[in-house]
């Protein structure tokens, strides 16, 4: 399945599809449009809009459009659940919320300056996502343990 989100990606936009790929459509492909484009190339294009206002899927409320992802396609993964609390704080710049919030901005900002392209963009911090996730999973099942 195609999905489509705003060009120039920061941590939502890269969360998600590391989360989608993952966990929800290991084969989906990913469109980056400008905003005001956004909604009119993903009913063109039969792909499912996500975190922009008027997307399928977007921020409700506290959540990010992570969140809302895990949420909507009801995984309930300890570490992803973990994992959402990072994404969220650093998100939505509520950094104070999560001790590595602060962490991944800075490397989303700094991944963003070093790869523009948002598809090699995607492709590097994919690596920085699954070593996220790797670490909650430590840290879940230590509270588990």
């Known amino acids: 399945m195609n999905w489509i989100t705003r060009s120039h990606v920061h941590v939502d ?3 998600c599809p590391w989360l989608i790929k ?3 459509d290991s084969e989906a492909k990913f469109l980056f449009v400008p905003k005001s ?3 009119a190339t993903a009913e ?3 792909a499912i809009s996500f975190d922009s206002p008027g997307a399928r899927y977007h921020h409700d409320g506290d959540l990010c459009t992570f969140s809302v992802l895990i949420r909507e396609y009801s995984l309930t993964d300890k570490a992803l659940l973990r994992m959402a609390k990072v994404v969220n704080a650093a998100d939505t710049g ?3 919320q ?3 919030a602060s962490g991944l901005e ?3 900002v700094g991944y963003g300056l070093r790869y523009p392209d948002d598809a090699v963009n995607l492709e590097k911090q994919f690596e920085l996502y699954d070593a996220l996730y790797a670490w909650c999973r430590l840290e879940t099942a ?3 343990g």
Do not use: H, S, T, Y
């Open 44 to 46: 063109r294009e039969g």
């Open 22 to 24: 993952r966990f929800i």
């Open 94 to 96: 509520r950094l104070e």
């Open 106 to 108: 800075a490397l989303a």
């Open 13 to 15: 936009r890269v969360a």
């Open 98 to 100: 999560d001790p590595l």
């Open 142 to 144: 230590k509270d588990n």
């Open 37 to 39: 484009q956004l909604l």
